[in-house]
Nanobody, 124 residues
Framework: LQLVQSGGGLVQAGGSLRLSCVAS????????IAWFRQGPGTEREGVSC????????IYADSVKGRFTISRDNAKNAVYLQMNSLEPVDTAVYYC??????????????????WGQGTRVTVSS
């Protein structure tokens, strides 16, 4: 059971990137998914999450209006579309999953499966 991430890279400020998180060995449809990030010298922070019962989403204030989380059950994947990127968004991004049924992913306290991380660097 694993989550495999792709996407990321180097982009100029104002640019866009899309991160992908594909599950292997389990069905993401039944899992709450979150994206976390950890920047240089900072603690890991939650960026966004998506629930299962109604695909409701939550965003950190710092990314609200710029990032969009979505899932494609047919591809067993979750995405993080990142627009209007800023240098402060520079971080290693991780997707995470936990079996969950509901519409309040913000209430999830712990995640069982983690992706390998992907680096996003935003230049000014």
């Amino acid at each position: 059971l694993q989550l495999v991430q792709s996407g990321g890279g180097l982009v100029q400020a104002g640019g866009s990137l899309r991160l992908s998180c594909v599950a292997s060995g389990f069905t993401l449809e039944h899992y709450a998914i979150a994206w976390f990030r950890q920047g240089p010298g900072t603690e890991r922070e939650g960026v966004s999450c998506i629930s299962t019962s109604d695909d409701s989403t939550i965003y950190a204030d710092s990314v609200k209006g710029r990032f969009t989380i979505s899932r494609d059950n047919a591809k067993n994947a979750v995405y993080l579309q990142m627009n209007s990127l800023e240098p402060v968004d520079t971080a290693v991004y991780y997707c995470a999953a936990v079996a969950y049924y509901g519409s309040h992913c913000r209430d999830v306290l712990a995640y069982d499966y983690w992706g390998q991380g992907t680096r996003v660097t935003v230049s000014s």
